[in-house]
Structures are given as structure tokens and as C-alpha cells.
């Protein structure tokens, strides 16, 4: 659903604020400047609320305009780029680090991200049909990445090519998927605990957002696709994430942020029996009474057109 500045209870949601660079270009930033002129826009038009102040405005039928600004990921430019404007404009907003990156660790969308940054789309299906071919020739057949059709109808805003390597990884194994993209790195020359601590915060840079007033969320340790997958592997990682928040910040999550937006019924008993008290999706629309606390849609940054 296209958003309409009609719409009184919104999410809204970024991952990259940085100007667009040669060195990443396989990601989809919003520009600073713009940032700057969506948080304007936002905070002239709406009062910027935290998500429970959002539910609680919804279900009550309040009068006026509200907004929760959100940033998945726990990435650098955040802290650099988009920190200092919400500052500038008095706007608070909600953070969704991966914590397995404070570890070094970069997460497989974000592999994905730096290859489609250094190679051509076709050049890494073809690498990856080269790795099935030579490591699980018995599977290759069922994953070949078609260069001429869509796999799903999800990702209409990318090429053929990039949608379905990054629907592929998203379905292959764990284990293939990560050999994968090790041997991708490898062979590439790319040096992964070196891009991930330049890619994402550090820990005292979400310490910091913690101690200015930002709101700090769960978004998994290992950015796993939820909607899949042993409930017992979802409930060690979210347990995992918490438990690293909370040694940080010295206070629980409650709010959690699915990665890739993918969510099914396991994972929601997961969240609610980890005290959860809210979730948010990658539906693009706005907020209704009736949304399930732990089936919030958000908008992304390139609805919010005025």
C-alpha cells in the first residue's frame, strides 16, 4: 500500500544513510540530504513517538499524527550520517543492531551487499553455479538462478539478476549458503572481519545512542530468515541477541525487528515467550487497530514521498 500523507500512524524504516559510493554500490542507500528532508518532513507532520507510544495512540483511536522512525541493522552510517540529524531535529527513533557483528561477524545479506558492490550480478550467479557444479553437483539443478525470469514477486525494485541471488541465499541450506559466501569472499580477496567493523557500530557507538535517548531493539545475533528453521535454533539466537543487549545496555528488549522482514507462527511463539512485547514487519502500509503487536508494518524510506 502506497503511503499517503492521509495516513495517522506510521513506521518508518532505513538500513543505509550514506551518499551512494563506487565501493558499495550493490546496496540501495538513502542520500543524507534526503534522510534530512524525510525527518523534517516527518517531524513537522507527525509527533515521533517510540512503538509503544504508537500501538497505544492506534488502539485508543487518538487524534493527530504519529511516527516511529526505525534503522535495521546497526550499521555505521547511522551512527555517523542519520544520529546527528534526528539530534538536530529532536526526533527519537528505534535501533535494531545484529550482534553477532560485534564479533566481526558479517551477516550473509550483507556478504551479498559487499559482492553485488564488487562484481556484476551475473558474474556471482555464474560463480555460484560454478561452486554447486564443483561442491553439490547432486543440487545444482534445483538451484540454478535464472538470469531472464523472477523467481518470486518479491524485490520489483531490483533486476532480475539481483532479486534472484538474493532470493537464492535467502533459500539455500545455512551450511551451503556459508561455504558459499567464504569461498566468495576467498576467492574474491575479500577480508570479512575487516569490512564488518568497518561497516557496522561498534558497541559503545549503540552504548551512545542508549545514553542520548534512542530506543534499542532486537534485530537476531546471526540475521536468520525466521519464517523457516528449527524453532530451537530461532530461540537460542533471539536469546542470544537479548542476552548481549542486556549486558550492554543493562535493560531488556522488548521490540524485535524480523530480519529480512521474513516471520512465521514459530517464531512468534519464540518472541512472546522471550518477553517480547512487540515486532515489526517489512509490510509497507501503515498501522491499523486491529495489527497483531507482533506483525507491525513499516514503511520504507522510499514510500515516504511528499
Known amino acids: 500500500m502506497a503511503y499517503s500523507k492521509s495516513d495517522n500512524y506510521i513506521i518508518v524504516n532505513y538500513h543505509y544513510v550514506e551518499d551512494p559510493s563506487p565501493e558499495f554500490s550493490g546496496i540501495y542507500p538513502c542520500s543524507v540530504k534526503d534522510f534530512e528532508k524525510q525527518v523534517q518532513f516527518l517531524s513537522e507532520n507527525y509527533k515521533i513517538v517510540s512503538v509503544s507510544e504508537l500501538v497505544e495512540a492506534t488502539r485508543d483511536g487518538k487524534s493527530g ?121 576467498k576467492i574474491f580477496g575479500l577480508n570479512e572481519k575487516e569490512i564488518s567493523q568497518r561497516l557496522f557500530m561498534s558497541k559503545q557507538e549503540v552504548k551512545s545512542l542508549h545514553q542520548a535517548g534512542m530506543t534499542i531493539g532486537s534485530h537476531s545475533h546471526n540475521h536468520s530468515a525466521f519464517d523457516i528453521g528449527n524453532k530451537d535454533i530461532m530461540q537460542k539466537d533471539i536469546r542470544l541477541s537479548k542476552e548481549i543487549l542486556f549486558d550492554l545496555l543493562g535493560n531488556r528488549q522488548d521490540i524485535f525487528s524480523y530480519p529480512h522482514g521474513r516471520n512465521g507462527p514459530a517464531v512468534l511463539e519464540v518472541l512472546a515467550s522471550e518477553g517480547f512485547k512487540y515486532a515489526l514487519t517489512i509490510d509497507r502500509r501503515s498501522i491499523l487497530s486491529s495489527d497483531n503487536d507482533f506483525l507491525l508494518p513499516r514503511y520504507d524510506t522510499a514510500d515516504i514521498v511528499f
Open 65 to 185: 499524527k504519529y511516527c516511529v522512525i526505525t534503522f535495521d541493522d546497526g550499521l555505521k552510517d547511522q551512527y555517523i550520517n542519520a544520529f546527528p540529524i534526528l539530534k538536530k531535529y529532536n526526533a527519537t527513533a528505534t535501533f535494531f543492531p545484529i550482534t553477532s557483528v560485534f564479533e566481526g561477524h558479517l551477516p550473509t545479506a550483507h556478504k551479498v551487499h559487499i559482492l553485488l558492490s564488487r562484481l556484476s550480478p551475473e558474474k556471482i550467479i555464474d560463480t555460484f553455479h560454478d561452486f554447486m557444479q564443483n561442491f553439490y553437483p547432486d543440487l545444482k539443478k534445483q538451484y540454478i538462478i535464472p538470469k531472464d525470469r523472477r523467481l518470486t514477486e518479491r524485490r520489483l525494485h531490483e533486476t532480475i539478476s539481483i532479486a534472484n541471488f538474493k532470493e537464492t541465499m535467502i533459500m539455500l541450506p545455512e551450511d551451503i549458503k556459508g561455504q558459499f559466501l567464504r569461498y566468495g569472499f
